[in-house]
């Protein structure tokens, strides 16, 4: 499968990391399936990261994921997929994000890079093993 | 009696792209057996390999998380919605290559905490991996330190300068008949590494000092309190609040205790409850006020809770509440903590940078100098079989001191009630105070000095240092 997302939100989404560092950010991605069955992100939807034990975790947790999921529903959009930061670390999922993943969503993962946002990557959970592969990640650019 | 369980986007792959699939059974866990009876490829991503649900798969029943119900023995009638709500979560690769793997050993020594979600294997990896600093392994540090070594918390600093008595044993459990005059930590160590050798346990001989605090305590993750004295309380409490540590607090007198969680980074600090030590004196020690034996088993034990808890990351901590406990009431309450604005260390315009002399804070060691005004035990013998009934000894114990033990001759009056009968003693008379070890006879000899006395002299070391050295025969506590 395809990610489509602007400039302006992969943007969005490295100032979140930026801010959240040196702890990382988390959030859901609000879009649909477009016409070619691509997941195009519309918007995105932050969330709380509920982990403040340990700032190389985060958490959503249900309550919060029932309150957006029955808030983007009234918009026509649902959640495809969900971003989270890496600080100072490779914009590739860990050992944790795959042994937690759901399978269908995208995960993006950007880098932060002492404290600068850098690569944002797009992975999701293979059929058969759990760990996650790379997925395209459509990034346009806007008029 | 069907009931209807929502599928998630994620999972509608499994079910034909249903969102919903209507399913009998009259428990949670029976409707969860069919719809994976009926959708296999949903197993892997809901159960885990031991047949329980994964720790981030929820189930909720109408609006209720199953965990906060009977969980999978809760009963489902016709009509209900069982929705699965996914947690997300995940992180960056630091953590996991850090935290150590569990020997088969291990495994099978802690099972009663992997079958918990809220520890797991992920939380006992973490407190394989936690760095706790005890400080004190007295009352409240014998219980802690005890717990935390059997729930296979990895590194047990202690600091502790004393060594065991006989009078400890009554509540420090960590110590026994067998290592009577060792030194507490060669005692606390060997029991906590038998009772698991998995545990590495560190050991600071000496007090805990405004010189050495910084640098022992900033090799552990969490401090846990167990201080019998207010200066070494303000100590540990000001370097955490400089480290940004945990400080897990806990405290007895009598029948009383308290415990809070100390983390100026999310709530207060002591110095927010207790912006001031009290006069020196006022507040006696478990040594001169007594405590029941039990009680800081209590304590302890909910300190170590606290410590536990805030290691795996289960529950709501202590942050911002102290706990009372009155044992003879059999009762707790709970006071809400604010953080002071004005606190000297963790307020907003803190005036503490670095740590201050304690003993000095406290008033301590500023008294003034008592030479002269002192006799020894040996001393008092003498000129009593010289002077005879001229010599008034006066004991300033409570009543319940006085039957355990006491010198002959001597008069019984209570500290407190001191003041008020001092019509009872001769004004002219030579006078010697005496109480337990001395330190509460020194207060009688101010009072007595204040209102006029002329001839008064303290008994150095009181009863004890009598029953020691002049009359054996006397019994000490």
């Known amino acids: 499968m395809t990610v489509r997302l602007t400039e302006s939100l992969a943007e969005e989404i490295r100032r979140h990391g930026q801010d959240a560092y040196p702890a990382e950010c988390c959030g859901a991605l609000a879009g649909r399936i477009g016409a070619d069955g691509v997941k195009e992100i519309v918007r995105l939807a932050p969330a709380v990261n509920r982990r403040t034990d340990d700032p190389h975790r985060y958490l959503i947790a249900p309550d919060d994921l029932r309150r957006l999921e029955a808030g983007l529903e009234s918009e026509g959009l649902e959640i495809v997929g969900y971003y989270h930061s890496h600080p100072d670390h490779p914009a590739a999922p860990s050992a944790f994000d795959a042994d937690h993943a759901w399978p269908w969503y995208s995960y993006l993962i950007v880098r932060v890079d002492g404290g600068r946002g850098a690569d944002l990557t797009s992975w999701v959970l293979d059929d058969d093993q759990p760990r996650m592969d790379p997925e395209s990640l459509e990034v346009l650019s806007e008029v | ?477």
Request: net charge negative; aromatic share 6%.
């Open chain 2, 1 to 477: 009696m069907p009931v209807t369980v929502s599928i998630p986007t994620p999972l509608r792959g499994f079910t034909g792209g249903r969102d919903a699939v209507a399913l009998a059974g009259s428990t949670v866990g029976e409707v969860l057996e069919r719809l994976l009876a009926a959708h296999t490829g949903l197993k892997r991503h809901l159960m885990q390999d031991d047949g329980r649900l994964r720790t981030f798969v929820n189930l909720y029943l109408n609006d209720t998380d199953i965990r906060q119900l009977e969980s999978t023995a809760t009963p489902v009638t016709e009509g209900d919605v069982l929705t699965i709500v996914p947690s997300i979560a995940g992180g960056s690769p630091v953590v996991e290559t850090e935290l150590p793997k569990l020997a088969h050993a291990e495994v099978l020594r802690y099972s009663r905490h992997l079958l918990l979600p809220e520890v797991g294997v992920e939380g006992q990896r973490r407190l394989k991996a936690a760095r706790v600093l005890t400080i004190g392994a007295g009352g409240l540090g014998s219980p802690l330190s005890l717990y935390l070594a059997a729930a296979g918390v990895g590194t047990i600093g202690i600091v502790d300068f004393d060594v065991v008595d006989l009078t400890n044993l009554q509540r420090q459990i960590v110590h026994g008949t067998s290592t009577l005059g060792t030194s507490k930590l060669a005692s606390a160590k060997a029991r906590l590494t038998d009772l698991n050798p998995n545990v590495n346990v560190e050991a600071h001989e000496g007090r805990l000092t405004s010189e050495n605090a910084l640098d022992i305590v900033r090799d552990y993750d969490i401090v846990v309190d167990g201080t019998d004295n207010f200066p070494t309380r303000y100590l540990v409490n000001d370097a955490c609040v400089l480290l940004g540590k945990p400080n897990v607090y806990g405290s007895i007198f009598r029948f009383e205790g308290q415990a809070s969680v100390f983390y100026a980074k999310e709530g207060p600090c002591y110095r927010c409850l207790y912006a001031e030590p009290p006069p020196p004196g006022l507040v006696p020690s478990c040594a001169e006020g007594g405590v029941l034996g039990v009680l800081p088993g209590i304590i302890g034990s909910i300190q170590a809770l606290e410590t536990i808890k805030w290691i795996i990351g289960a529950g709501d901590s202590l942050v911002g509440r102290l706990v009372l406990f009155d044992a003879l009431k059999l009762r707790f309450r709970e006071l809400k903590l604010r953080k002071d604005p004005d606190c000297p260390i963790c307020g907003k315009n803190p005036t503490i940078h670095e740590l201050i002399d304690y003993e000095a804070f406290c008033g301590i060691g500023a008294e003034p100098d008592y030479s002269g005004l002192e006799i020894t035990v040996e001393d008092f013998r003498k000129e009593r079989e010289a002077k005879g009934a001229d010599l008034v000894l006066v004991d300033v114990r409570e009543p319940h001191e006085w039957e355990i033990a006491h010198i002959d001759g001597a008069r019984l009056i209570p500290l407190g009630q001191l003041p008020d009968r001092l019509g009872e003693l001769d004004g002219h008379a030579e006078i010697v105070t005496q109480c337990h070890k001395g330190g509460r006879s020194m207060k009688a000899l101010e009072i007595l000095r204040g209102a006029g006395f002329g001839k008064v002299r303290n008994l150095a070391g009181g009863i004890d240092a009598w029953a020691e050295r002049v009359e054996p025969g006397l019994a000490r506590y």
